[in-house]
């Protein structure tokens, strides 16, 4: 019979918390322990974590640093903690939830049960019809700068509970370990890749941000995913105010606005005068601008409207490339076709949702090379690039669903 824990935190629990994590998959971290060696022991692994958990004797080892392409100059750090690490803090996270969501703003949509960045998007799109300015807002860093002594002090304002309060610190604590082996010590800031971290982010963004919003500005309404935040304002001079608070703001709070990132754009349309120089801003991979539209009449019109981003565009291009599909002379079209079903199903059900003739014109490099692996693959068709896209027109009307950006965008979902 086991002794009384310090902590009560339940066996199912923990077991409740390893399958979020099972469903989820996600790398090793720096234990090199994959979730298929971790269930090699299950039993006794889980056993030992809820021991560890429940006694307040676990110490969460050292996140991996992993760094991720972010744009064709930088790239995004991600913390990458273990497998057992991960099923801890589901745990919490657990526990947590039902306390801090109920609290939450209804425009926060970022890692919310039951939100999404299309509700987000949608909402933004009508917003931009009604409100003739944006207040496009970019924070510097915002994950590796949040501050701890204000996370945890608004983290202690909704629960007591010590263990929570405890593991949390701990976690924030943890050190990284760098590509070459190094431990680096952390001061701020919580790792993206993390599971707890979405959670703390949100958290800590619904005082510094929307509460203050709510407090200060209630007739601007804004959209908030995470970190990525647009503001509608009825004027430039409004706009611009805004701005100037905000930067003061979120310096009282340890963070900053990008100078170059945060932007005041035009919605311009066709019932919208005057010209300005920013008349675009991209939100969670969509591009908002300027676009050519038809009404329910058929009738052409220009409506401020989203549509897949030339910067996500751009990534889907380069990735696409990366395939190299026209050297996969050894499968047939039907394989290449289950190889990236996964990827191109994906970005058809995210970027296709608005603005989809956008998301064709991305994906015609699919057909780009598939002609040229037909080129190469049947020498008919080798010096015909006529021929070439002809036979890929007819394969596409015979199997429309075969790659998922040739099927109607309405249908996948």
Not at 65 to 83: F, H, Q, W
Not at 203 to 213: A, I, P
Not at 280 to 308: H, I, M, Q, T
Not at 346 to 367: E, I, K, M, S
Request: net charge positive; hydrophobic share 40%.
């Amino acid at each position: 019979m086991d002794k009384p824990k310090p902590f009560g935190i339940a066996k199912r629990e923990v077991w409740e918390a390893y399958k979020r994590v099972k469903v989820n998959q996600g790398t090793a971290g720096v234990d090199g322990q994959s979730i298929e060696q971790f269930e090699g022991d299950l039993r006794n692994n889980l056993y030992r974590l809820w021991n560890r958990l429940s006694s307040g004797s676990y110490f969460p080892p050292p996140v991996r640093r992993v760094d991720i392409p972010k744009d064709e100059k930088s790239t995004r750090p991600l913390g990458i903690p273990t497998v057992c690490d991960r099923i801890a803090q589901t745990v919490a996270k657990r526990y947590l939830e039902p306390i801090l969501e109920p609290l939450f703003h209804g425009d926060s949509y970022g890692y919310r049960r039951d939100r999404s960045a299309h509700q987000a998007l949608s909402v933004a799109r009508q917003r931009c019809w009604r409100y003739d300015w944006v207040l496009d807002l970019d924070i510097k860093s915002f994950f590796d700068t949040i501050d701890w002594k204000l996370l945890l002090r608004a983290l202690r304002h909704h629960t007591d509970c010590k263990w929570v309060l405890l593991y949390i610190e701990r976690w924030l604590k943890a050190p990284v370990s760098m590509p070459d082996g190094a431990l680096v010590e952390r001061k701020q800031g919580t790792p993206q890749g993390a599971v707890i971290s979405p959670l703390l982010a949100n958290l800590f963004l619904h005082y510094v941000f929307d509460c203050w919003m709510a407090r200060h500005y209630p007739d601007i309404p804004f959209e908030r995913y995470a970190d990525d935040i647009v503001c509608h304002c009825v004027s430039e001079e409004q706009a611009r105010a805004l701005q100037d608070a905000l930067a003061q703001r979120f310096a009282q709070c340890h963070l900053a606005l990008h100078p170059h990132k945060t932007r005041v754009v035009y919605c311009k349309d066709a019932n919208r005068r005057g010209s300005y120089p920013e008349q675009r801003f991209d939100f969670l991979g969509y591009g908002f601008c300027p676009r050519s539209s038809r009404s329910r009449e058929g009738k052409l019109f220009v409506s401020f409207a989203p549509a897949v981003s030339a910067k996500a565009a751009k990534a889907m291009h380069q990735r696409i490339r990366r395939w190299r599909l026209h050297h996969r002379n050894d499968l047939a079209l039907e394989e290449i076709a289950r190889w990236v079903q996964p990827v191109l199903t994906g970005w058809v059900r995210y970027y296709g949702r608005f603005h989809p003739t956008a998301l064709r014109r991305a994906l015609r490099t699919v057909d780009d090379f598939l002609v040229r692996w037909a080129k190469r693959k049947y020498k008919r068709l080798r010096a015909r690039p006529v021929r070439a896209w002809g036979w890929l027109r007819r394969v596409q009307a015979r199997q429309p669903n075969l790659f998922a950006h040739w099927a109607p965008l309405s249908t996948v979902g």
